[in-house]
């Protein structure tokens, strides 16, 4: 089924259900969330739950998990698509997937007599998941409101989904030689404080209160963060940083001044030169380079 505005109640709603909408300003109310993925194709939809907000961005989706209370606010223009998933569903497609013999039940995202669990975190889109997305927002968009069509992507969705989460406890094998529940609860945490770097990233946001928003010690954190990532919090946020100027290089007439305060630097001067190191071109020349390629583009 495919509906243009969030449902009130969307745990009681029957079937996959797709919610493809377009607004500028929208508040949903506090709700009782099935398993559901949530993703734009423009703008931004910020998620709350008990325990974390969520920037969900045209790179990033989000998923909630059944029984989760969840709100949603949009403040500027976005295009949206949310995949609700019946209940029963991705239970009945994980059986499909997994073997008796298969260690990935031992890996604890599913537990019997409960519903299928995944880390409730944002996700880069990839060649699994990004491709059945786009398939059901074209559906939407042409009206193609066929069940058979939108469960047989669902199951896509979900198959994408547990390979994803296989993946996943392979960075969680990197910690510390700890028992699995421990190590999942630091990965746990340590999500929990990337996405407060995601929301807060153009800001000046000491490693302290990082790290308090994992509930660990600085030395801990710090640690921690570079085995699963690879890189230390001060170097993923300044690479944030650099990836948002470069886009609002290329989408904006910002002034590169402004961008550089936009995006959390305080010395242009040290912009420039970051920018020059990480793209091997200064910021002015990058656009004058884009522009005139953009240019170029049209007139073919």
Known sequence: MIIRAYPEEPAKMQGNTLVHLKAS???TARHVSPLSIRSTMQGVEKHFTGN???SVTPDRFLIINSGSECESKIECETESLTVFFDRGFAERALASFITPGERMLNNSFVHPAQPVTFFEKTYPHNHTISPALM???????IDFNDSEFINENCYLLLEGLMKLHRELYAEIARLPPVKLSTKTELYRRICRAREFID???SQRIPLGDIAREACLSQFHFLRVFKIIFG???HQY???KRMNKALDLLRS????VTQICYEVGLESPASFSRMFKIR??????SFREQHNSFKYTFRTL
């Open 52 to 54: 974390a907000s969520y």
């Open 135 to 141: 398939k059901l927002r074209f559906a939407s968009r």
């Open 252 to 255: 904006s007439e910002m002034p």
């Open 231 to 233: 890189q230390t919090p």
């Open 237 to 239: 946020v300044l690479r």
């Open 25 to 27: 300003c929208d508040v």
């Open 199 to 201: 929301d807060s990233y």
């Open 279 to 284: 793209y091997g071109i200064s910021p002015d």
